[in-house]
Each structure stands twice: as C-alpha cells, then as structure tokens.
C-alpha cells in the first residue's frame, strides 16, 4: 500500500486509515465504503500480522459474533471467544503473516480474500510443534456498525492447515474433489 509522504502509522492507526481511505476514495468506493475498507486493512494489519491484542477491543464491537473459526461453523460471541481464537492462532504461528489478495466493499460489508503464512513453532491448537512452514487462504465477510465490526461470517481452509502441520493425514492418492469416480 502505498501513503503519501509524511504519512505515518501511529498506534491508533489515524494516519494509516487516513492514506487508505484517500486510496479507496479514488477508486471510486463511497465514503462510509472507503472507511470500512480501512478499518478492515487496520485490523489484518495490527491485529494479526502485528499481533496486537489490545486491538481487537478497539475494533471489534463488545457484542460481536464470528461464524466458521472454530470447526464446522461454530459461532463466537463477544471478544472474550474472539480472543481464544486469536491466541491459539497466534501461539501456533508466533511469525503469522496474513497478505490481503482481495478486498471490496459494499455498503456495510467488507469481503476480503486473503492467504496466511506462519512457522508451526506453537502448540496452541494441540499439535506438537513442528517447524513446518505453512501456507493457507481464507475469506471473510464481515459488516461494519458504528464504527467497528460487528459480525463477520469466515471459510479458513483449516483442513489444508491441519494437513501441513500433521494434526490429519494427507492423502497420498488422487485429489478426490478433482478425479471422476464411479
């Protein structure tokens, strides 16, 4: 992302979210859209690549829900189930790296395609360490009220995610989705 000289990103993130809705602003999205799209930048940004819990208070409303972050389509409400999320994913993949590919807003809503890197070096989902580099994607819906987000509905490909640090099996033949059976 690129900001205009003398931009800085202060730990409220104001001149960050300021560059990015100017950003957003120019390729045409409203400005409630342009705001939204920031808001969700800031949170990838600090929340997860950063690791900054304390910001999950500050962007996410107290009576938030999450659908699809545990497994099978598991709902959390309020930041304290957010929370436990976080830090599982986190003392898992102490380097996690999220990369936005997509983002579009719509009104309320904000949808972002995104892809995670990390080292399993944590043992936070129950599975021993094992140095492993993984790669997975994710999507993400989520809608925005008064300023926060106040729900978000999630497809994380955590069966690819179990696979790579060995938590499941992988399967040794033909990709079963993509092959013709009888």
Same mark, same amino acid.
């Given at each position: !992302?690129?900001? %205009?000289?003398?931009?800085?990103? /202060?730990?409220?993130?104001?001149?960050?979210?300021?560059?990015?809705?100017?950003?957003?602003? !120019?390729?045409?999205?409203t400005a @409630? %859209? @342009?705001?939204?799209?920031?808001?969700?930048?800031?949170?990838?940004?600090?929340?997860?690549?950063?690791?900054?819990? %304390? &910001?999950?208070?500050?962007?996410?409303?107290?009576?938030?829900?999450?659908?699809? =972050? /545990?497994? $099978?389509?598991?709902?959390?409400?309020?930041? @304290?189930?957010?929370?436990?999320?976080?830090?599982? =994913?986190?003392g898992t993949?102490?380097?996690?790296?999220?990369? #936005?590919?997509? #983002?579009?807003?719509e009104g309320?809503?904000?949808?972002?395609?995104?892809?995670?890197? $990390?080292?399993?070096? +944590?043992?936070?989902?129950?599975? *021993? *360490?094992?140095?492993?580099? &993984?790669?997975?994607?994710? !999507?993400?819906?989520?809608?925005? @009220?008064?300023?926060? #987000?106040? %729900? +978000?509905?999630?497809? =994380?490909?955590?069966?690819?995610?179990?696979?790579?640090?060995?938590?499941?099996?992988?399967?040794?033949?033909?990709?079963?989705?993509?092959?013709?059976?009888?």
């Amino acid at each position: !992302m690129d900001f %205009e000289r003398g931009d800085r990103v /202060g730990s409220d993130g104001c001149c960050a979210s300021a560059a990015l809705i100017r950003l957003f602003r !120019m390729n045409g999205d409203t400005a @409630a %859209e @342009a705001e939204n799209k920031a808001l969700i930048q800031r949170w990838f940004e600090e929340v997860w690549n950063q690791g900054r819990q %304390e &910001v999950i208070e500050q962007l996410r409303a107290p009576h938030a829900t999450g659908t699809g =972050l /545990g497994e $099978g389509n598991t709902k959390t409400q309020g930041p @304290a189930e957010f929370t436990v999320f976080f830090l599982n =994913l986190r003392g898992t993949f102490p380097d996690l790296h999220v990369s #936005i590919e997509d #983002i579009l807003a719509e009104g309320d809503k904000v949808a972002v395609r995104f892809s995670v890197e $990390g080292t399993h070096s +944590g043992a936070a989902l129950g599975v *021993p *360490p094992t140095g492993r580099k &993984v790669r997975f994607s994710g !999507m993400t819906i989520t809608r925005i @009220a008064g300023g926060k #987000i106040v %729900e +978000g509905w999630n497809n =994380l490909d955590q069966l690819g995610l179990l696979t790579q640090i060995g938590a499941l099996p992988a399967n040794p033949g033909a990709d079963r989705f993509l092959t013709v059976h009888s």
